[in-house]
Nanobody, 123 residues
Framework: QLQLVESGGDLVQPGGSLRLSCRTS????????IGWFRQAPGKEREGLSS????????YYVDSVKGRFTISRDNAENTVYLQMNRLQPEDTAVYYC????????????????WGQGTQVTVSS
């Protein structure tokens, strides 16, 4: 079982940036596609971005395209989500998940989830 741990969430002002990390001690992470999701209070979990196991395929939903960048370092068993130009509507708990390369933004297609990290965008 792959155990994922997110970190990097914080309180940030509108227009600011954060980099989230998704780490595991299990080198098997390199065989999984990784997705980033978020869930705001009272809302459904929303897929944001995903990256293929070899890092060559990256995918974004329209609401974050051009602001968020996903990347991975398989030698460090880590996937990152760089988030720029953050806005109050980006406030949510952010999760990473491991699945297949074609899991994209479908939460049901992912097998393993982290516990989440809180991102709050407020002045």
């Amino acid at each position: 079982q792959l155990q994922l741990v997110e970190s990097g969430g914080d309180l940030v002002q509108p227009g600011g940036s954060l980099r989230l990390s998704c780490r595991t001690s299990d080198s098997a992470m390199r065989y999984y596609g990784i997705g980033w999701f978020r869930q705001a209070p009272g809302k459904e979990r929303e897929g944001l971005s995903s990256i293929s196991s070899n890092g060559r395929g990256t995918y974004y939903v329209d609401s974050v395209k051009g602001r968020f960048t996903i990347s991975r370092d398989n030698a460090e068993n880590t996937v990152y989500l760089q988030m720029n130009r953050l806005q109050p509507e980006d406030t949510a708990v952010y999760y990473c998940a491991a699945g297949g390369d074609l899991s994209f933004f479908n939460p049901a297609a992912y097998d393993y989830w982290g516990q989440g990290t809180q991102v709050t965008v407020s002045s």
